[in-house]
């Protein structure tokens, strides 16, 4: 039985990586779902490769007026949402010494900022026992160097989870963290070389990166009913890499 039949999904971030395999997942299970992103031809090309259960919007989640006139565009289309995946995330690599204001308001606009008013815009719509899903990361736990800025930006990620969890019943919904290990997306790609790369597959216990299919396949989960009691947790799926 598809397991988010009938339930409404919103993706962020969901036009490329994680987002996008979550998204294909969300649709294979059932659900309606919704994505965003800042560049248009990546969420229009998103849309029309996941078909019509699918619609882009494109909505820069670090500036709330965009994610009004976004959740205006999913409460005429669909009434509510069921499940709220918080996953736009930037992660701008600079070692120590290097690092500038542009940066740190760059990589805490999207991911600190973008998260909070990715779901404060959204309550009006949230349904009973909505399932929202934050995209951390292990580098909160177990930063590389140069990444210092990013790993203290999801940090903050599952911060804001601990604290959501406290209002679930005042608010009616769960919130949990997934936290990705290194897993094969343009976003990492193009942020370490192929050196990094190779020595970062090295540092994992199973011995290779996450494809984003099961980052999406652990999200899927949160997302449904199966996981109805799961609340303020957060979740690795990093292959072991932060958890030994
Ligand atoms: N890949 C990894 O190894 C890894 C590990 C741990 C955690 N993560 C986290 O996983 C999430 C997804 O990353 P990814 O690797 O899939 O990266 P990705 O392939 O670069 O995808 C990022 C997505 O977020 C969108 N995005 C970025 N900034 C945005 C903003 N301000 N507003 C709306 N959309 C925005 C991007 O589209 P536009 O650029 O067009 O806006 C894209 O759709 C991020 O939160 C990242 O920090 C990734």
Redesign the pocket.
Known sequence: MAVLADKVAVV????????FATARAFRDEGATVFI????KD?VEAAAAELGASVTGVV????VPSELDAFYRIVRDRAGRIDVLVA?????IAAPFGEVTEELIDSVFA??VK?TIFTLQQALPLLSDSASVIL?G???ATRPNPGLEVYAASKAAVRALARGWALSARAHGFRVNVVS????R????LDLITPEMLEQAEAAVPLGRLAE?EEIAALTTFLASDASSYVNGAEFHADGGYAQV
């Open positions: 962020t971030g969901g036009s490329t990586g994680i987002g965003t992103g800042r560049r990546a909505c820069d989640a670090s996953n736009a995330g930037v992660g999207t991911n973008g995209t990361s292990t580098a990705p290990g290194g897993t997306t343009g976003g990492l984003p």
